[in-house]
């Protein structure tokens, strides 16, 4: 559905995006993960043809994003970082006017109610809440029933429960068959949405797959996490089943990846005790995608 | 053209919602109006009045006749007092100038001038008021020249007659409306258009609407109509205020005032899309186009004719859009000119707007980078 080539975007000398090149299936939700300024939202906007590549193409539906730009732009809906709309129009007027500038339109009516707007047609959008204003951008971006929609930080800056609502949605727009691509820095939205994962870092997209193929390359499923002693010169790499060490960010505490959790805790116990080193905040989990993160970039996904 | 119409609606409604457009586009100029035109005196022309303070030293039958001139001329208003509280009065700006009837005038003019010397008149005034030295001293000069010649029995064998060429009665206040008008289109356009559309810009507000099939060419046609529509309507309300408080008249033709409204909106607009495009941040864009338009106010003849003006500036008043704006509607309105006697401002006018409309054409961006 989406063909992105060799996509290039440089700013004052720094490639921000550099060589970014994927495929985006039909009826999938397709995510870009990685942290802030990774590249993320110049990668969508090249691709929605709001900015110019300085190099590579995108093809969107067999449409040339850069030569049938309004076509292209019939075919997608867009919502934005942050999207800003008149504060003094109501949720009722925004719809129809961002509807008026497409051949197509769906009724106001069939909007709101899938939006969960109904009750607020005549409200100013400088009275919504944050999360209402979120659905009512997603509403005006599917307000011309197109096949693609681009979604940049969808969640970003909501509480938990509107996140959770926003989420639905996302789903809807797939059950609906329509092709969703969403950028994100929460690694649990990405796990939780996306059929594939782009990790990007650094204007690169590092690894791309289903958020359970790129678990499972780390080739480990399980992580023990603990905070050693101070100044404990105790090695933890060569304990059975442990394929990765590192420490965190802030580094206090020590990541270990197993392929087998059992064994790595008996050794990991046995060890401390020889050594007579107090384990504290002791935890074991599955890997996640920040985990896959870390191993690929030596960096959290997500600070703090 | 459905999205045109509806960019339009929700301009104008966002116009309607807006307290500070309200305010500042059409009670302020109407409020201007009706300020300067109470402080300017209304329709009668020039109400001229100087406060005169005669200082009757001779007392004599001829200077109480002097006084009782004085008393009677047009546009005077005059009080007695000693010489020294004249002048007083004078210095500190309670009165306008003093005039000194020294002792021996009577005599002086009884006798026809053989008696005594001729120096019997003093004027004082305050010549950093150049407007009211002149007119005083011209008015008493007057008064006292035509004693001189009936003392004389003078016939002047040549006289003038003065004509007014105005058959209409026009005021300061005729010449002001149109110069109000002339300041709302510029300012409701260049620098409204100029914080609006780059504050829009910063916000991603017209980002988003790149992100959809909307050219900036039906974009900029939505706003220009709304614009036109809002500033029709704010000089329809002025000049109805104009017309039922002071009597002010459109002798001219409705229409040529609308199409002189339409090519002032289009031409600062435009140049106020030239500011948005130009300006690094929406904050820099309204001072940016304050400075424009401030000295356009003072050199515009908004409040008082351009050739006034220095001469020094008059190239750049020659130049620039604002004077020939607020001519043109002055023409239309006072003198009911037509299109063809005001082809000269109105093809400056007109290149104004092609050249500013295609640089903002050409400058024009949806997005701060």
């Known amino acids: 559905m989406i063909r992105v080539q060799h996509l290039v975007k440089v700013y004052d000398g720094v490639k921000v995006v550099d060589r970014v090149s994927f495929e985006v299936e039909e009826g999938e939700v397709f995510g870009l993960l990685g942290p802030n300024g990774a590249g993320k939202t110049t990668t969508m906007e090249m691709i929605e043809g709001l900015r110019e590549p300085d190099e590579g193409r995108v093809t969107i539906d067999g449409l040339d994003g850069s030569r049938q730009r309004s076509a292209v732009k019939e075919t997608i809906g867009v919502q934005l970082q942050s999207t800003a709309l008149f504060d003094h129009l109501t949720v009722e007027e925004i719809i129809l006017l961002y509807g008026s500038f497409y051949r197509r339109m769906r009724p106001v009516k069939e909007l709101l109610r899938s939006f969960d707007l109904e009750g607020k047609a005549k409200t100013l959008v400088k009275h919504l809440s944050g999360g209402q204003r979120q659905r009512l951008a997603i509403a005006i971006a599917v307000v011309h029933d197109p096949r693609v929609i681009f979604l940049d930080e969808p969640t970003t800056g909501l509480d938990p429960k509107a996140r959770r609502s926003l989420w639905e949605i996302v789903l809807r727009l797939r059950d609906e068959g329509r092709t969703v691509f969403l950028s994100t820095h929460y690694m649990e939205e990405a796990e939780q949405l996306c059929d594939r994962v782009a990790i990007m870092d650094a204007g690169k997209v590092i690894a791309l797959d289903s958020p359970a193929g790129l678990i499972r390359q780390l080739a480990t499923d399980s992580v023990v996490e603990f905070l050693p002693e101070k100044d404990s010169t105790v090695g933890f790499r060569d304990l059975d089943g442990v394929k990765e060490m590192k420490w965190s960010e802030d580094g206090t505490a020590v990541v270990l990846l197993t392929d087998d959790l059992q064994a790595t805790l008996r050794g990991l116990i046995s060890r401390a005790d020889e050594q007579g080193v107090a384990l504290s905040g002791l935890r074991t989990r599955t890997a996640t995608l920040e985990d896959v993160f870390l191993k690929r970039t030596g960096k959290r996904l997500t600070e703090g | ?369």
């Open chain 2, 1 to 369: 053209m459905k999205a045109y119409w509806r960019l339009t609606w929700a301009q104008l409604l966002l116009f309607a919602r807006n307290k500070n457009t309200v305010i500042w586009s059409l009670f302020l100029p109407i409020f201007m109006m009706l300020a300067l035109g109470t402080l300017m005196g209304d329709s009668g022309g020039t109400q001229f009045s100087l406060h005169v303070v005669v200082a009757d030293e001779d007392q004599s039958a001829v200077s109480r006749e002097l006084v009782k001139t004085f008393r009677e001329a047009e546009g005077l208003k005059v009080s007695a007092a000693d010489r020294d509280s004249g002048l007083k009065q004078v210095k500190s700006g309670d009165a306008d100038l003093l005039v000194q009837l020294k002792k021996g005038l009577g005599e002086r003019l009884a006798s026809s001038g053989e008696k005594g010397s001729p120096n019997r008149v003093a004027l004082y005034l305050d010549q950093t008021d150049p407007t009211v030295s002149e007119v005083g001293s011209t008015v008493v000069r007057q008064v006292i020249d035509r004693i001189n010649k009936e003392r004389l029995d003078y016939q002047p064998p040549v006289t003038v007659q003065e004509v007014n060429v105005q058959s209409r009665p026009l005021g300061y206040i005729d010449f002001l409306v149109p110069g109000i008008l002339s300041l709302m289109i510029m300012t409701n356009n260049l620098n409204a258009v100029a914080a609006t559309i780059a504050s829009w810009r910063e916000r991603g507000i017209l980002r988003r609407m790149q992100g959809t099939p909307l050219s900036s060419s039906t974009f900029i046609a939505g706003q220009i109509t709304a614009r036109v529509m809002l500033n029709g309507l704010q000089a329809l309300a002025v000049l109805l205020v104009a017309y039922f408080v002071y009597d002010v008249h459109v002798y001219g033709s409705w229409w040529l005032l609308l199409f002189f409204i339409l090519l002032g909106t289009l031409t600062f607009m435009s140049m106020g899309f030239i500011i948005a495009s130009l300006a690094k941040t929406p904050e820099s864009a309204a001072p940016i186009a304050g400075l424009i338009s401030f000295p356009m106010i003072f050199v515009g003849g908004i409040f008082f004719p351009v050739r006034d003006l220095p001469g020094l500036l008059q190239p750049l008043v020659k130049a620039i859009p604002i004077g020939y704006l607020t001519d043109s509607l002055r023409g239309v309105m006072n003198e009911g000119a037509s299109l063809v006697q005001l082809w000269v401002p109105a093809s400056v006018l007109g290149a104004w707007l092609i050249v500013s409309f295609t640089v903002a054409a050409w400058t024009f961006r949806w997005d701060v980078k």
